[in-house]
């Protein structure tokens, strides 16, 4: 479940996490859902979505120029292509990492994160440190909690979602992988490259 708002005050985790039990209980007793869909639905969400889902959407996009164009165009669109998408997935973004440019993402407000692609987010992505800090300082974010250096002659973006739009980070294409194909290509991205806190992985020498 994502975040939940009225007005200005913001619910605690608590809050919400016990309205969708009971949310939950209600809609077993009324027959609209089994418990089996409940758990179907939180296994799929634990061990079916995940990052190897964007990883094959960014593989596909160093391969193939055309799709690469419609995925920045329309992300959610050029995934469902792919048969990749659903809950947490409407109106997604891809942003592109270039030799002058480094992307990366947050939800400055709560944990909004584009799930169908990744699964579920990191702790650290919904901890309030990371939120307040990788918008003010983000190559020092990056370089003392990432491990990860972005050159200072490289522009760094940060990306703020929302519920209503879901921000995820095209990585540049390693050098050295130029014979690799689209499934080989696809192991080398980590959740991290996809979220803009980390590099993807080097080709094997
Ligand atoms: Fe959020």
């Not at 419609?70 to 997935?89: M, R, S, Y």
């Not at 491990?147 to 990306?159: K, Q, V």
Request: net charge negative; hydrophobic share 40%; aromatic share 6%.
């Amino acid at each position: 479940m994502d975040e939940q708002r009225t007005d200005t005050k913001l619910r605690s985790h608590e809050e919400i996490a016990a309205r969708v039990k009971a949310l939950e209980s209600l809609m077993i007793e009324k027959g609209v859902m089994t418990t089996e869909a409940v758990d179907r639905m939180a296994d799929a969400y634990e061990n079916e979505v995940g990052p190897q889902l964007g990883a094959k959407v960014v593989a596909k996009a160093w391969t193939d120029p055309e799709f690469k164009v419609k995925l920045l165009a329309d992300a959610t669109a050029a995934c469902a292509e792919l048969g990749v998408g659903g809950l947490q997935g409407e109106h997604m973004v891809v942003v592109e990492d270039t030799d002058d440019v480094h992307n990366a993402i947050v939800c400055t407000l709560c944990s909004c994160y584009p799930w169908a692609v990744l699964g579920l987010p990191p702790n650290w992505y919904k901890a309030p440190a990371y939120r307040a800090r990788i918008t003010r300082e983000p190559r020092k974010v990056l370089a003392e909690d990432f491990n990860y250096s972005i050159a200072d002659t490289i522009e760094i973006r940060i990306w703020d979602s929302s519920s209503e739009l879901r921000y995820w980070v095209l990585p540049q294409r390693p050098t050295g992988t130029e014979g690799m194909s689209e499934d080989d290509l696809a192991t080398l991205v980590t959740r991290d490259s996809m979220i803009g806190v980390g590099p993807v992985m080097e080709a094997a020498k």
